[in-house]
């Protein structure tokens, strides 16, 4: 069974604020995704890492961060939250070569006052 | 226009019934082809992966994949109120890495 951890689950906070979100995965896959949704809409892809010291960016244009020191390991930083971040962030990984699904976290919803 | 396209429902169906979902897609280049469940504010679960054109079966879903008509669909036999949830359907192709591009969802009601 995959094993994607996100912490925290709900977030509350003011505008400046910097916040860090956390994914972790404990099945040492290579790759890993974060993806930001809103309420019933689609999800859009904001970061990517194929392996440690490797980050993309996604899809969609974010003003988050995101670092890849440790395989397991991938958190996301917003340095200064602002209301247009409320959101949910869901976290992926995926593994093998040749492997194309990927395995979500349970998400992030963050809101931002 | 989206390269994957889905009816966001919602689609309201009596227990027991068969849940039909679909997606269209525009490039041809996508070989890899992967159903999510999504319930209310928790991630996206795997439920279904393909690959290329045929069909698949794991207990009451299957997946078919029709490329020359660039259509997939998930079928659910045997509803029940807990296959209430939002369905993606996502897909990928070789250059893209492992990227996947997702569709926008269906909503799907089973009602007891």
């Given amino acids: ?113 | 226009q989206k390269e994957v396209e889905q009816d966001p429902g919602p689609l309201s169906v009596p227990e027991g019934a068969i849940v039909s979902l679909n997606c269209t897609y525009s490039n041809s280049a996508f070989q890899y082809f992967m159903w999510y469940r999504q319930y209310s504010r928790k991630g996206p679960e795997l439920l279904m992966y393909t690959y290329s054109s045929g069909n698949k079966e794991d207990g009451r879903f299957t997946a078919q994949v029709d490329k020359s008509s660039k259509y997939i669909s998930l079928f659910i036999r045997d509803s029940q109120p807990s296959d209430s949830a939002t369905y993606l359907c996502a897909m990928s192709r070789r250059a893209a890495g492992n990227k996947l591009t997702f569709g926008g969802g269906t909503r799907v009601l089973v009602k007891p």
């Fill in chain 1, 1 to 113: 069974e995959a094993d994607i951890y996100q912490t925290p689950r709900y977030l509350v906070i003011g505008t400046g604020k910097k916040i860090t979100l956390e994914c972790s995965q404990t099945m040492g896959h290579d790759k890993m995704y974060w993806y930001q949704q809103d309420p019933g809409m689609e999800l859009h892809l904001i970061h990517y890492s194929y392996g440690v010291n490797s980050t993309e960016k996604g899809d969609l244009s974010s003003e988050s961060t995101v670092s890849r020191i440790r395989t397991e390991h991938f958190p996301l930083t917003l340095e200064s939250a602002r209301p247009s971040h409320t959101s949910q962030y869901l976290c992926a990984s995926s593994g093998y070569s040749g492997s194309y699904e990927q395995y979500f976290g349970p998400g992030t919803r963050l809101t931002v006052t």
